[in-house]
T-cell receptor
Framework: GQNIDQPTEMTATEGAIVQINCTYQTSGFNGLFWYQQHAGEAPTFLSYNVLDGLEEKGRFSSFLSRSKGYSYLLLKELQMKDSASYLCAVREAGGFKTIFGAGTRLFVKA | SAVISQKPSRDICQRGTSLTIQCQVDSQVTMMFWYRQQPGQSLTLIATANQGSEATYESGFVIDKFPISRPNLTFSTLTVSNMSPEDSSIYLC??????????FGQGTRLTVV
């Protein structure tokens, strides 16, 4: 079966660091993605992990542990504009089909 | 990155009618997908649009309700047939180039009354 779990909501303070966790159980694995989605807009790509370890891209970092079926997205130096939904998504093995988690709605407060 | 033009951006339709959504990409892409996003929820995959052959549908979605065409590597359509209020949702076209991340169209916000 397919199951992707992430927290429903999180709140953090401007300038702080927040970690959004994602656990998954899918039919095979060919990479994990994080997307950002502002209300009323399409998702935009943030990161891609296919091997274990940490990928850093500016204020955003993403970590993957395939043996644990676990990933997290780390956002540093939070800004108000980071208030959005963050979607964890897994690409299944053998193709390009991507399954999305329910998303984590992040609220950044002043 | 691929540039995707999805039309219409929004529509209000009467129940029992059908709406066809178009997705045009500015370059040839490996894969095209159609997703649905109901209010406050995440993306649910409807089907994979296969070039030159019938689409591959996910569990809970059938061709009679959501016929899909993909005549070439840059264009696809999704039709929502015999609509009911439960079909009110955002429909998103997604493409993959090579083995990279997926890019999304801006979505079609459908309201069925």
């Amino acid at each position: 079966g397919q199951n992707i779990d992430q927290p429903t909501e999180m709140t953090a303070t401007e300038g702080a660091i927040v970690q959004i966790n994602c656990t998954y159980q899918t039919s095979g694995f060919n990479g994990l993605f994080w997307y950002q989605q502002h209300a009323g807009e399409a998702p935009t790509f943030l990161s891609y992990n296919v091997l274990d370890g940490l990928e850093e891209k500016g204020r955003f970092s993403s970590f993957l542990s395939r043996s644990k079926g676990y990933s997290y997205l780390l956002l540093k130096e939070l800004q108000m504009k980071d208030s959005a939904s963050y979607l964890c998504a897994v690409r299944e093995a053998g193709g390009f089909k991507t399954i999305f988690g329910a998303g984590t709605r992040l609220f950044v407060k002043a | 990155s691929a540039v995707i033009s999805q039309k219409p951006s929004r529509d209000i339709c009467q129940r029992g009618t059908s709406l066809t959504i178009q997705c045009q990409v500015d370059s040839q892409v490996t894969m095209m997908f159609w997703y649905r996003q109901q209010p406050g929820q995440s993306l649910t995959l409807i089907a994979t649009a296969n070039q030159g052959s019938e689409a591959t549908y996910e569990s809970g979605f059938v061709i009679d309700k959501f016929p899909i065409s993909r005549p070439n590597l840059t264009f696809s359509t999704l039709t929502v047939s015999n609509m009911s209020p439960e079909d009110s949702s955002i429909y998103l076209c997604s493409v993959v180039q090579g083995n990279t991340e997926a890019f999304f169209g801006q979505g079609t916000r459908l309201t069925v009354v």
